[in-house]
């Protein structure tokens, strides 16, 4: 009998010891509401099992209950561009701030440096129109101008022979940024490199650079990203229109262009002419390598910036630009 019990209590004792050590690889991300069902992985094992609900989704606006659907966005790159013609911004995004003759250049490869700390945004890295051409805005961390604030980034698109650009906005949702593929989250449509979560924003491991200073992390993987070791494929189309992206905005990426928004801040401003001038950045001299595609230093918010009401796309803040 006392044998018996030594065996049984040996046995136990290993199971203990074989689940604890299976259970060192896996960190259960606490279930408060959004995160339920995320699986946090460790990071030297970059597996992705039933993950449950997407924690990012609410990142989309709900769509109009009305069973309509736009065509879903694609890269086209060869053959003959398609008939149907890209229709007006006007309900989607900002008003045009710049034009251009010819198409900017694709979206290089670069890494992201790590957020300095917990509650600051990811706003990639774009081309802008200079004096000269083209040169490249680094992305770069940025605070946000208040609490649950999203950011929707620019994109070029083609209209009438000529490429216009569209400056990106902040809103509770992300809206239509032309379907183009930025990376670290931003595939084209929605954000997937992180979410709000009440007054705290937590970070996908899987599309970010994280370390030490971050604490608000969990791991989400969405198929078909492309995405390799937290990078993203070379020579992703950089505009919206024949020969670039094909796409269309989304019913949520409307709904979310009609919410309270608030445009891009004075410092995001100040940042891109800062750039203007330094002729490192302009493709015709770094041939679409900027020497600086990322900052690690991070932008700070302008005070007293709230998203405010729009009517039909019309009622611009221009004094944000």
């Known amino acids: 009998m006392k044998t018996l019990t030594r065996f049984g209590l040996c046995v136990s004792l290993t199971a203990v010891a074989a689940f604890l050590a299976a259970g060192s690889h896996f960190n259960l991300i606490p279930a408060n509401g959004v995160m339920s069902g995320a699986v946090a992985m460790a990071q030297d094992q970059p597996q992705y099992p039933d993950q449950g609900p997407d924690p990012a989704a609410g990142n989309y606006a709900p769509a109009p209950d009305d069973g309509s659907m736009a065509p879903s966005g694609q890269s086209y790159s060869t053959g003959a561009p398609p008939q149907d013609q890209n229709p007006d911004d006007a309900d989607y995004s900002e008003a045009p701030t710049a034009t251009a003759p010819q198409p900017p250049p694709p979206l290089p490869d670069y890494d992201q440096p790590p957020p300095p700390a917990d509650g600051y945004i990811w706003t990639p890295g774009y081309w802008a129109w200079g004096a000269t051409g083209y040169y490249w805005v680094p992305g770069v961390w940025v605070a946000p101008p ?11 698109g083609l209209y009438g ?3 216009w650009w569209h400056p990106g906005h902040w809103g509770l949702h992300i809206g239509f940024y032309g379907g183009i593929h930025y990376g670290f989250g931003f595939f084209g449509a929605g954000y997937e490199g992180g979410y709000w979560n009440h007054d705290r924003f937590f970070y996908n491991r899987a599309y970010n650079h994280v370390d030490v200073h971050v604490r608000n992390v969990y791991d989400y993987h969405v198929e078909n990203r492309d995405i390799v070791n937290n990078r993203w494929v070379t020579n992703r189309p950089s505009y919206r229109g024949p020969y670039g992206v094909q796409a269309h905005p989304q019913p949520q990426e409307g709904a979310a262009w009609r919410e309270p928004y608030a445009p891009r801040m004075n410092t995001q401003v100040q940042h891109e002419q800062n ?3 330094m002729r490192g950045q302009y493709a015709d001299q770094n041939h679409g390598r900027p020497p600086s595609p990322s900052v690690g230093r991070p932008l700070p918010a302008d005070r007293d910036v709230h998203p405010q009401q729009h009517w039909g796309g019309t009622d611009h803040q221009e004094h944000h630009r």
């Open 146 to 156: 208040y609490m649950g604030a999203l950011w929707t980034p620019g994109y070029w």
């Open 161 to 163: 022979g000529h490429f």
């Open 275 to 277: 750039y203007s001038a």
